[in-house]
């Protein structure tokens, strides 16, 4: 089993319409969890971090499920510039020096 | 702030030649990493260090060595190259230990072995 496992997609969605994203991971002892996002070619970048509590940034929402190993991260009111490939992140600890990630959701946002 | 720096952008390497990739970050980070990510992949650890003067490895080392002369610098080494380490190379960079920081990274490095 993947330690952090993602479906890799793609996801085609029309513009302005929600889409969500599963993940799972098989470290029950992870500490810290993230989403980041990667553009075709470039770098990827922190979209936000998860916290027990679930919480929320603007259209994008991220929850964690410890019971059940799993985070999603929610985005509502889709834009052409969330097109992109969503990075499932945990660490094993706080100092987040060992991340995991999996391998990524593809999302295309359709006009 | 620039962030994290990486050179070169890009690099056609023959079997068995060497080369430096370099990571220059300005933000003061005490942890530095190299990645390197393979196409449909996630990234993988390759070496990190938690200070000047300090690296261990990582998930994928063979192949491959860094140092840690400063807090800013750290370069990875390829010393005889395999077309295995064709990938895109990723340098990061956080306040690693007690903090919850996350990691930021630089720019890439694609790298292709014939």
């Known amino acids: 089993r993947k330690e952090v496992e993602q479906d890799p997609g793609p996801f085609n969605v029309p513009e302005g319409a929600t889409v969500a994203f599963n993940c799972t991971y098989s470290?029950?002892?992870?500490?810290?969890f993230f989403w980041y996002r990667q553009d075709c070619r470039k770098e990827p970048k922190l979209l936000m971090s998860?916290?027990?509590s679930g919480n929320e940034d603007g259209r994008f929402t991220a929850q964690l499920n410890r019971a059940s190993q799993y985070i999603s991260l929610l985005i509502r009111d889709s834009k052409l510039s969330d097109s992109a490939t969503y990075l499932c992140?945990?660490?094993?600890?706080?100092?987040?020096?060992?991340?995991?990630f999996g391998t990524g959701t593809r999302l295309t946002i359709i006009p | 702030n620039a962030g994290v720096t990486q050179t070169p952008k890009f690099r056609i390497l023959k079997i068995g030649q060497s080369m430096t990739l370099q990571c220059t970050q300005d933000?003061?980070?005490?942890?530095m990493y190299w990645y390197r990510q393979d196409p449909g992949m996630g990234l993988k650890l390759i070496y990190y260090?938690?200070?000047?003067?300090?690296?261990d490895k990582g998930e994928v080392p063979n192949g491959y060595n860094v140092s840690r002369s400063t807090t800013e610098d750290f370069p990875l080494r390829l010393e005889l190259a395999a077309p295995s380490q064709t990938s895109v190379y990723f340098c990061?960079?956080?306040?690693?230990?007690?903090?919850?920081?996350?990691?930021?990274f630089g720019p890439g490095t694609r790298l292709t072995v014939l």
């Open positions: 470290n029950s002892a992870s500490q810290s």
């Open positions: 990061a960079s956080n306040n690693g230990g007690i903090s919850t920081d996350t990691q930021y």
């Open positions: 992140v945990v660490s094993a600890n706080f100092g987040n020096e060992k991340l995991t």
């Open positions: 933000m003061n980070h005490n942890y």
């Open positions: 998860v916290y027990s």
């Open positions: 260090s938690v200070g000047a003067g300090i690296t």
